[in-house]
T-cell receptor, first 116, second 117 residues
């Protein structure tokens, strides 16, 4: 079965430190990869996506993600965390074979807590 | 960017009543929209795919007669929870598929908190 895993339920970092939120996937072929962020009682906001090309993708709010095909990973990163980055982060993939339907497969989410 | 709105943002209703939730794509047309349900501190559960001009496609285990979906235009999809019961209380989120660029991207609405008393 195709799946997305976010192995950490919660990530805690100090403000100003770099952060990494991990994501691995088990999907056939070369899927399209996405990161979304959700603030309390809100919908999801699009951060970035990987289609092809450069393995390092830059997105909104200073976030970036590194695609690693051999490790089937797409970790979200930021060089310097802000308290306002505290939120719930979702990794999602669309298998290329399913691109016509547009369905996303979501990870279970990782809560990022940035402390002052 | 692409903006998706939802209305209402929250609703409280009595058991047995029906509730309609609207999802609109504000600055792009969306032939496909999606409806999700989210429980506290959990991931999103896809309920159905809403297709403009045709019937919605429901995920396994989702009652199509209970969760009525209508996608009457390229910018509007509605979800009606019929004869709502307390177990239907949840956070409902819609998304709209933006197909204008190389790869489709789903943009999400802000969600609707439904509480059934």
């Amino acid at each position: 079965a195709q799946s997305v895993a976010q192995p950490e339920d919660q990530v805690n970092v100090a403000e100003g430190n770099p952060l990494t939120v991990k994501c691995t996937y088990s999907v056939s072929g070369n899927p399209y990869l996405f990161w979304y962020v959700q603030y309390p009682n809100r919908g999801l906001q699009f951060l970035l996506k990987y289609i092809t090309g450069d393995n390092l993708v830059k997105g909104s709010y200073g976030f970036e993600a590194e695609f690693n095909k051999s490790q089937t990973s797409f970790h979200l990163k930021k060089p310097s965390a802000l308290v306002s980055d505290s939120a719930l982060y979702f990794c999602a993939v669309t298998p290329r074979a399913s691109s016509n339907t547009g369905k996303l497969i979501f990870g279970q989410g990782t809560t990022l807590q940035v402390k002052p | 960017g692409a903006v998706v709105s939802q209305h209402p943002s929250w609703v409280i209703c009595k058991s047995g009543t029906s509730v309609k939730i609207e999802c609109r794509s504000l600055d792009f047309q969306a032939t496909t929209m999606f409806w999700y349900r989210q429980f506290p501190k959990q991931s999103l559960m896809l309920m159905a795919t809403s297709n403009e001009g045709s019937k919605a496609t429901y995920e396994q285990g989702v009652e199509k007669d209970k969760f009525l979906i209508n996608h009457a235009s390229l910018t509007l999809s509605t979800l009606t929870v019929t004869s709502a019961h307390p177990e239907d209380s949840s956070f409902y989120i819609c998304s709209a598929r933006d197909t204008r660029y190389q790869i489709d991207t789903q943009y999400f609405g802000p969600g609707t908190r439904l509480t059934v008393l």
